[in-house]
């Protein structure tokens, strides 16, 4: 298997230009979640998806963010307009869900925003 | 609220020697707890869960934790600690039983000199 596959790896934009990250979670898990890290705030889970439906979104900071899970093999995160504060490490996960025996999740490469 | 607390930002060790890294938590119920590892540049990697049964969980690339209910810990341990080992470890534990969100501590970075 693959993993998670993240898209970009890393991004350098403008302050309000929209960017929009991409995710490819492992086949056959049914929970998506997109974390973002940085130095000052640690790992903050951004929001969350079961079975493509977005199940916590309250770590959303601002109605900047947007995120979307249209099918089981692809998820989208969306800044726009994106500001000098959104420059982190954005991370996507997945898992098997509620199944307690392979609920771990297994975590993408990443994605490095910069915005300038 | 459920929360975990990792009490060091740092820990030192000399290869060879065992480690420990701290993590204490706050649930109602009974915890499921975590242990994930990040390397630079790389995303997290599970290393050990524990949900019920033995205390003494092991887990990938020699690690263990120990589960104490009566203290409320989950300390990551290693017998013999490797260079390779320095990196950024996390604790995080399940908000509840019905959901699959993680809460994450902030984070022990392990150094591991020869």
């Known amino acids: 298997d693959a993993g998670v596959i993240q898209s970009p790896r890393h991004e350098v934009t403008e302050m309000g230009q929209e960017v929009t990250l991409r995710c490819k979670p492992i086949?056959?898990?049914?929970?998506l979640f997109w974390y973002r890290q940085t130095m000052m705030r640690g790992l903050e889970l951004l929001i969350y998806?079961?079975?493509?439906?977005?199940?916590?979104d309250s770590g959303m900071p601002e109605d900047r963010f947007s995120a979307k899970m249209p099918n089981a093999s692809f998820s989208t995160l969306k800044i726009q307009p994106s500001e000098p504060r959104d420059s982190a490490v954005y991370f996507c996960?997945?898992?098997?869900?509620?199944?307690?025996?392979?609920?771990?999740?297994?975590f993408g490469p990443g994605t490095r925003l910069t915005v300038l | 609220a459920q929360s975990v607390a990792q009490p060091e930002d740092q820990v030192n060790v000399a290869e060879g020697n065992p480690l420990t890294v701290k993590c204490t938590y706050s649930?109602?119920?009974?915890?499921?707890l975590f242990w994930y590892v990040q390397y630079p540049n790389r995303g997290l990697q599970f290393l050990l869960k524990?949900?019920?049964?033995?205390?003494l969980v092991k887990g990938s690339y020699g690690f263990e934790a120990e589960f104490n209910k009566s203290q409320t810990s989950f300390h990551l341990k290693k017998p013999s600690a490797l260079v390779s080992d320095s990196a950024l470890y996390f604790c995080?534990?399940?908000?509840?039983?019905?959901?699959?969100?993680?809460?994450f501590g902030t984070g022990t970075r392990l150094q591991v000199f020869p």
């Open positions: 649930v109602s119920g009974n915890p499921y």
């Open positions: 996960a997945s898992s098997y869900g509620l199944q307690r025996e392979r609920n771990e999740q297994f």
């Open positions: 998806f079961n079975n493509n439906v977005p199940i916590d």
């Open positions: 995080a534990v399940l908000t509840s039983y019905n959901t699959d969100k993680l809460i």
């Open positions: 086949s056959g898990h049914n929970s």
């Open positions: 524990y949900i019920t049964g033995d205390n």
